[in-house]
């Protein structure tokens, strides 16, 4: 819930067309189909199939799942397996070896292909060198690399030797890079000097520099990929080139068999507090789940598809639609280094026609920007060899579904709008394309094994056409395990607003049909270009800052990034008598700098007075409607009702 009260739901208007499934998908739609029959009469052998057909265990487990001590699940107990064997060697040993497992661009236009063989061996190397450096089983691991090969050589090569990967985004400044290496105690860090960006060199290594310059901190080794070729300053004994420790290490590396609970990776995301979540997700069960949506949410043909998607490795759908999914499943995927317009608007679909693309998985915000850069863009290139669009991160508004299928899909490719979070591992909610009748706006249905439901304040179900907020009512495979080192924290956030119930921190309506339609979050969680900010998270930057007084920030609604971070900011002493202009631009550099650029609010208004209830909470509600230029809702509750008239005069300036 928002601190102050609880957001109002939209309720969106009828949703008129409909798309039925694609004969072409005939081929599997039966056996889909029937996937949700099976699922129902029994969930947890359904789930038990999954894991033995998508998975190769070196032991198999004996209990499918202990929900004994709820919230803390068990999948697979007694199950022993390794991850980086299911996504490498077991294809080799299959025979397909020289399947191409990533075509990689870099931004600059140079090009790698790694078959499985070549991955299966980078990855050995890098374990065997990790391991000399002294990582061992059940060791942190964090990553700080841009999107190129080393960065799943890296993950894998952590999961073969049982070591949990912390991935935090390249994005993110020195000061967010130390406290996840902190939260997580991480003894090695793997970075680059630094990747490309619009064409210019952009430097990672110095913020790894800074982030460690106190000398205090867990972090024995530094292991650095040599990308941009920018000169780095250098720590004797701490850094390690990737060329001299993975580059020379042994070829050979025999994965250890892990148990199925076994920690695979840490991931921060933004909660309604400050401080980032460290959502811990284990082995056995993340990879059934992954691998099965997967498969079946793309319509995967491993042999012949070649998947691409775009999300960069720092977020979850990196972790699971990049590295995970597609390689357990053996797939053939594209990784593209850089940014959709360097050096033009269409590289994209330059990469669609020159590896033909045949499954493109992206965001909402990547479709509204290219729908503003106009049709004729993607109309220059051949994009026949797609079949299926996906599309994650946030709500894909109607329009934006059309122009995709459209445009993009020649009005012929199913488009598949996949609801998940970083908490859930995998995909959650979405239409099957040889099954569902897709509609443009939502996310349709529960997959198979998921139990879904969307419920009023109180926990009960509601009907159709009732807006309330997103539930799951039985733990499912690639759930959360826990925050890291913060159990109660995992209770508290997820568990006990609805007991026995996860709550998402979604609202959602079912339509008459029964389809799901996502709402937005109801709680102080942002989402700019498919980026989870939280707004404690950028208050608590701001009054950091020795300016500030207080702030509050808002999430308003944005044309492009879905939503963008609008900062209401007082200010302290005698700063309140220098140049707002210039003290606002200095804010807005303050919080690129404590979080990241992502997190730097478009716009910093500087105001006398905050809007707050007579015990003192701050509506955000009503600074909201400032933000997003609509009528001030109902301030009778302020202890000043006047505050609203002099901001909502400022904002307008
Ligand atoms: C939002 C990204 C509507 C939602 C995989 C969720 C969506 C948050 C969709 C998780 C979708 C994600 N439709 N909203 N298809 N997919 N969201 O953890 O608010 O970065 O709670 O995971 O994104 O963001 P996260």
Request: with cysteine; net charge negative.
């Amino acid at each position: 819930m928002s601190s102050d009260e609880s957001t109002p739901l939209d309720n969106l208007s009828h949703e008129e067309r409909s798309f039925a499934p694609d004969p072409a998908f005939a081929r599997d739609a039966v056996a889909q189909a029937t996937l949700y029959a099976e699922a129902d009469q029994d969930r947890l052998a359904f789930w038990a199939r999954q894991a033995r057909e998508l998975l190769t265990w070196e032991t198999d487990f004996t209990d499918t799942l202990d929900w004994s001590n709820p919230p803390f699940a068990r999948w697979f107990g007694g199950g022993k397996l390794n991850a980086a064997y299911n996504a490498l060697d077991r294809h080799v040993e299959a025979g397909n070896g020289d399947r191409v497992a990533i075509h990689f661009e870099g931004e600059p236009g140079d090009t790698r292909a790694y078959t499985y063989a070549q991955l299966t061996e980078e990855v050995k190397k890098a374990a065997n060198a990790f391991a000399a450096l002294g990582v061992t089983a059940g060791d942190r691991v964090a990553v700080y690399l841009p999107m190129i090969p080393e960065a799943v050589i890296t993950m894998l090569a952590c999961a073969r030797i049982g070591a949990a990967h912390s991935v935090v985004f390249g994005g993110f400044s020195a000061d967010a890079l130390r406290s996840r290496i902190d939260d997580a105690e991480a003894k090695l860090v793997v970075t680059a000097d630094g990747t490309w960006r619009r064409g210019k060199p952009s430097p990672l290594k110095p913020a790894v520099d800074a982030a460690l310059a106190d000398g205090q901190s867990t972090v024995e080794n530094v292991v650095v990929v040599q990308r941009n070729g920018e000169p780095v300053e250098w720590t004797e004994g701490r850094d390690a080139w990737w060329s001299d420790t993975v580059g020379t290490a042994s070829a050979e590396h025999t994965a250890e068999a892990f148990d199925a609970e076994q920690p695979l990776y840490i991931l921060y995301t933004s909660g309604t507090t400050g401080k980032p979540k460290g959502i811990l997700h284990t082995t056995g069960g993340y990879l059934t789940q992954t691998a099965f949506t997967h498969r079946n949410v793309f319509d995967l043909r491993p042999e012949t598809d070649v998947y691409w998607c775009t999300a960069d490795i720092g977020w979850v759908t990196g972790h699971s639609y990049v590295v995970y999914g597609p390689l357990v499943n053996g797939a053939t995927q594209v990784i593209y280094e850089g940014t959709p317009d360097t050096p033009h608007q269409g590289r994209w679909w330059e990469l669609v026609q020159k590896y033909g693309v045949t499954i493109l998985y992206t965001a909402p915000t990547a479709i509204r920007t290219m729908m503003k850069w106009g049709d004729d863009i993607p109309g220059q290139y051949d994009l026949s060899s797609l079949r299926v669009l996906g599309s994650v991160g946030e709500p894909i508004n109607p329009e934006a579904w059309m122009w995709y299928r459209r445009v993009i899909g020649a009005d012929r490719c199913p488009v598949v709008d996949t609801w998940w979070q970083t908490e859930t591992g995998a995909i959650m909610i979405s239409p099957l394309p040889g099954v569902t009748a897709t509609k443009p706006g939502s996310a349709q249905v529960p997959l198979p094994g998921i139990t879904a439901d969307v419920v009023d304040d109180t926990g009960a179900s509601l009907g159709d056409g009732e807006a309330g907020y997103l539930v799951l009512r039985e733990p499912w495979p690639s759930m959360l395990r826990n925050i890291w080192g913060d159990p109660d924290r995992f209770v508290q956030t997820y568990w006990s607003r609805f007991p026995g119930m996860y709550f998402a921190g979604d609202g959602a309506k079912k339509d008459d049909d029964g389809d799901v339609w996502l709402l937005g979050r109801v709680d102080d969680v942002m989402n700019v270009s498919g980026h989870r900010l939280s707004t404690a998270e950028i208050e608590s930057s701001l009054v950091g800052h020795p300016a500030v007084a207080e702030a509050a920030v808002v999430g308003a609604a944005d044309e492009t990034t879905g939503q963008a971070v609008i900062a209401f900011v007082i200010l302290r002493g005698s700063a309140a008598e220098e140049d707002h202009d210039a003290m606002s631009e200095t804010l807005r550099q303050h919080v690129g700098k404590d979080i990241g650029a992502i997190a730097k609010p478009r716009k910093v208004l500087i105001v006398p007075e905050l809007p707050k209830t007579r015990s003192g909470k701050i509506m955000r509600r009503l600074l909201k409607d400032v933000a997003e230029g609509r009528e001030v809702g109902d301030a009778t509750t302020l202890a000043d009702s006047t505050v609203m008239n002099q901001i909502a005069a400022d904002f307008a300036k």
